[in-house]
């Protein structure tokens, strides 16, 4: 179980590997990675991440806790950066590990969400006209309530 | 005790964080956001939707009716875009 918060980019190529070479014959793992976007009808030059790391960490190591517990995983880790990243350069990274498939994809899919609406990051763009704060998106917000059903 | 604000709160606030020692009847979260919001005028438009600051005790996020207690550390934000 592990939670790593940094300014710096890394390799999900790189993370990927390490993690699957630690996996001591499980069945199934899953890697998800968020990436900076831009989207030709709404370009964005740099994204910065605020954060507040000393509470990140507490929730980000809560949810994988839960995640361990609730799905069965037999690992979990979590990337998430801060600072200013690039287009196209990697955000977040988390990597699950269980028996099974369902169990693996489930896991990664509730940590995402979890991270979406319950981890104190903060992002806010670069564009053309100027800098704007992301604004939480109700989707995400109802992505999260369903794993309370 | 200390608090501390992120995002577009600090920003609006032109502060990371500050020292305050409010009164005796300022029991819970919500008390604690009326009360900056009712000494300064800068803060009070920040907050004025209080639906969309959020907040946590030390490293625990808590809804506006919890007591703030002996926490060392609030931090008041807006909702979260992590991820």
Known sequence: M??????ASFDPGAETNAFLTASAGAGAAVTFTGLVRSRPDDPVSTLTLESYPELAEAQI????AEAVVRFGLIKATVIHRYGRLAVGEPIVQVMT?????Q???DGAS??????KTDAPFWKKELTPEGERWVEAKPEDDDARAKWNK | ???????????????????VTPPAEVVTVGDLIQWLRDRDEAADLAMQKPSLIKAALDTEIVPHSTPI???KVVALFPPMTGG
């Open chain 1, 2 to 7: 592990s939670v790593r918060l940094q300014e």
């Open chain 1, 61 to 64: 190591g809560k949810a994988i």
């Open chain 1, 97 to 101: 590990l269980a028996p099974h498939r």
């Open chain 1, 103 to 105: 169990a693996a994809f």
């Open chain 1, 110 to 115: 509730f940590l995402m969400d979890y991270l």
């Open chain 2, 1 to 19: 005790m200390k608090i501390r604000y992120f995002a577009w709160l600090r920003e609006r606030l032109n502060r990371g964080e500050e020292e």
């Open chain 2, 69 to 71: 207690a002996n926490a």
